[in-house]
């Protein structure tokens, strides 16, 4: 369809030839067989000079030894001028050397066409902004209701694991032990808890949490422990949260259960730290949010236990990784080095140095086995013993990474750091 900027009104017509023509062949025809006949004002060629006519749009449709087709002419004139010409157009009965016709199917006026729209959008823009209205003092009322309840209790998973109903919309979990934890942080206001139920962590809890803040708020005791050490195995946790040395969850008042989370309601929940958590202050200054993403799974700490400080990168090889590497995998590590640092990911090459895999840190441990033929590891975060375990199955020989932790290495699998190499990191 042409621009309707300045036109009034589309003539639309439709003809038939006896004869194969074109589309040029039909516009010469409208613009030659009337040139003359309705007087030099309304020639087609001085009406577009003057913008009362514009471009002639013209579809044909040849079958056999025929062409049939439309003609469309946008107008600025009067609705008399494009009668006449209109008329005129009607009376050719030639197209080159062949018979043809030419009739009028309709003179559209554009400018009710859109009024029409214009009247339509408006209504709906009127209707649109009332609904809204109506909806956000509904919400109103609805929320200041809803605060006012207590959150409910419902279950999730095959294993129908305890759990507020907030857990499915909101943006960050609270893992606990236990139903009865769960209950105690409804009363608290908290709907947004699962509870783990036993040592042994079900698999719908990671599917749960994958994309959330999790935040690990777990009794005051030994078995709170050793749940947090299951834990850090399976569920990438934002942040570690104690009751009272020797308490449990159920047993805290609504008080201390807000005045524990309270750092967890904020949008800076992973960067405060709150009361009973036991990390170490000096080093979370000392490394940037994106480092602590990348280090393993630490197990929980009792402030009498000692923090030991990271070993320093070394800034040369070591005479040991010179005399034990090869040159063609110390030169592989330092050309993938640029290309996976700071991005959370991991890549896996074969034998002859070539990429099989690149996936993100939180999902190669599960994807090393699809890496068939894969040798060497390299990787933007921590090597554990965990993934120590997975690459050996997975026939891998060599892992890098930034850093290790404390590692009884499986068969012949060689384990460095980027420092090793003399990779500052």
């Not at 042409?2 to 003809?15: A, D």
């Not at 080159?96 to 408006?122: E, T």
């Not at 942080?185 to 079900?202: K, Q, Y």
Request: hydrophobic share 40%; with cysteine; glycine share 8%.
């Amino acid at each position: 369809m042409p621009s309707t900027g300045i036109v009034k009104y589309h003539v639309k017509l439709k003809f038939e030839v006896d004869g194969l023509v074109e589309k040029a062949d039909i516009i010469g025809a409208i613009f030659g067989q009337t040139e003359g006949l309705l007087g030099p004002e309304m020639n087609l060629n001085e009406l577009q000079k003057v913008s009362k006519v514009g471009r002639i749009e013209v579809n044909v449709d040849t079958k056999g030894n025929m062409a049939k087709g439309d003609a469309l002419i946008p107008m600025s004139t009067d609705i008399s001028t494009a009668a006449l010409i209109a008329a005129a157009i009607e009376s050719i009965d030639k197209v080159g050397p062949f018979q043809g016709k030419f009739n009028l199917m309709g003179i559209d006026d554009i400018r009710a066409i859109k009024k029409k729209v214009i009247v339509d959008r408006a209504k709906k823009i009127v209707q649109d902004w009332a609904t809204r209205t109506i909806s956000e003092g509904e919400e109103m009322l609805k929320d200041v209701y809803d605060a006012s309840k207590p959150g409910k209790l419902t279950s999730f998973g095959k294993a129908q694991l305890a759990c507020g109903t907030g857990v499915f919309d909101s943006d960050w979990i609270i893992l606990v032990e236990g139903r009865a934890d769960v209950i105690n942080l409804l009363r608290a206001g908290f709907d947004n808890a699962i509870a783990i139920e036993g040592a042994r962590i079900d698999e719908t809890v990671t599917k749960l949490t994958d994309g959330k803040r999790v935040v690990a708020f777990l009794d005051g005791d030994r078995a709170g422990d050793l749940i947090l050490k299951e834990l850090h195995g399976l569920v990438k946790i934002d942040k570690v949260l104690r009751a009272p040395p020797g308490r449990e969850v159920e047993e805290c008042t609504p008080i201390e259960i807000a005045e524990i989370l309270k750092d967890a309601l904020s949008a800076e929940v992973l960067s405060a730290q709150p009361v009973h958590v036991h990390h170490d202050r000096d080093r979370d200054r000392r490394h940037s949010r994106r480092d602590r993403e990348r280090e393993p799974r630490e197990e929980y700490q009792t402030p009498m236990q000692q923090h030991q400080e990271p070993v320093p990168v070394p800034a040369q090889p070591s005479k040991e990784v010179i005399a034990e590497d090869s040159p063609e995998i110390l030169t592989a590590i330092r050309d993938v080095y640029p290309q996976i640092n700071e991005t959370l990911e991991a890549v896996v090459l074969d034998g002859s140095m070539n990429k099989l895999l690149k996936v993100p840190v939180s999902e190669v441990i599960k994807r090393l086995d699809s890496a068939e033929g894969g040798k060497l590891l390299v990787i933007d975060g921590i090597v554990t013993q965990r993934l120590v375990d997975a690459a050996d199955k997975a026939g891998i020989e060599y892992i890098v990474g930034h850093r290790t932790t404390e590692l009884k290495k499986p068969g012949d699998i060689r384990v460095r750091t980027f420092g090793d190499i003399g990779i500052n990191n």
